[in-house]
């Protein structure tokens, strides 16, 4: 079953953002390194239509660093936008956010024509973590949590540099299925929105091609995953839950518990640096969900 999330409020924030993105120079959509695709709203590309717009591939500690400049150059490639990958924490990198701000709007810069930035984002994909980063304090809100609440604020992070957060919530929007599982993976979907075994299962398959020897590292598999036929990703899930110690009384794996070890070690990155999807793969998706 595929996963179905729709956390409402979309209208409140669509209508906020066309109101704020009148005077908005270069519009920032922070997305997670390890799904970029998944972690784009598709509504905002409908929003900031012309708008110059900045891509920021965060936690790209996290993620397999081959895709990750695989992604940059997809986004380099369209009009008017240009991609950094960061971590949200590392100051440093925060500074290159700023940087390639301007260089998008070259034409604003000092008191009369400061620079106008709005930054968006769906939930846990680390915009306090680098609100707070740039401001250089605890301005933001941070947790673990999809949709902890907070509320529009503008940042000046320099006398002609103006940041503005989201008005609202950006919620994710699946328009593929694939993606419902990379968001879920990756915690940005309510926790009551999806199964974790599905989840889990879904997990493995993905990684069980370009990421087997991490698995088979991780979990000390003695088979080759490559003999696992495609419909039998719960053996592998099976398998895991007994090399980890999830076993029940008799004997029998506890299904459940190996599928939170599987989620929670992609999650931490235990597993090694994986993003779950390349641009060629993505783009496929969307155009087999358009076709349907
Ligand atoms: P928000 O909902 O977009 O504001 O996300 P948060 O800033 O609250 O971050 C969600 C979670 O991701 C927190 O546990 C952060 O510590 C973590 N996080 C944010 N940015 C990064 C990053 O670049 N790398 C890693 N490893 N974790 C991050």
């Given at each position: 079953m595929a996963i179905q999330w729709f956390p409402g409020h979309m209208n409140v924030t669509k209508k906020a953002i066309l109101e704020r993105i009148?005077?908005?120079d270069v519009v920032i959509e922070l997305l997670d390194a390890r799904l970029p695709g998944s972690s784009a709203n598709p509504m905002l590309a409908e929003m900031t239509g012309t708008r110059r717009k900045l891509k920021v591939l965060n936690k790209q500690d996290l993620a397999d660093p081959e895709r990750t400049e695989a992604w940059l150059a997809w986004y380099s490639a369209q009009s008017d936008t240009a991609a950094i990958a960061l971590d949200?924490?590392?100051?440093a990198p925060a500074q290159r956010l700023i940087k390639a701000c301007r260089e998008l709007a070259p034409n604003r810069g000092g008191m009369d024509k400061p620079l106008r930035v709005l930054i968006c984002g769906i939930p846990n994909v680390g915009k306090s973590t680098l609100l707070n980063t740039l401001v250089g304090k605890k301005a933001a809100k941070t947790g673990d949590e999809a949709g902890v609440t907070r509320i529009e604020q503008r940042i000046?992070?320099?006398?002609?540099f103006y940041l503005f957060d989201t008005p609202g919530m950006l919620w994710p929007k699946i328009l593929v299925e694939q993606s419902g599982y990379h968001l879920a993976g990756s915690g940005a979907?309510?926790?009551?929105?999806?199964d974790e075994e599905e989840v889990a299962l879904e997990l493995l398959h993905r990684l069980k091609g370009p990421y087997a020897q991490l698995l088979a590292a991780r979990y000390k598999l003695t088979f080759p995953l490559a003999d696992i036929p495609g419909a039998h990703d719960d053996a592998l899930l099976e398998e895991i839950g007994r090399r980890r110690g999830a076993?029940?009384?008799?004997?029998?794996?506890?299904l459940q518990k190996a599928a939170e070890i599987v989620i929670n070690d992609f999650r931490s990155a235990i597993l090694g640096r994986?993003?779950?999807?390349?641009p060629p793969e993505f783009e496929a998706w969307v155009a087999e969900a358009q076709v349907r």
């Open positions: 009148k005077d908005i949200a924490g590392d100051t000046n992070l320099a006398s002609d979907v309510g926790r009551n929105a999806y076993v029940m009384a008799g004997g029998r794996v506890n994986i993003t779950l999807e390349t």
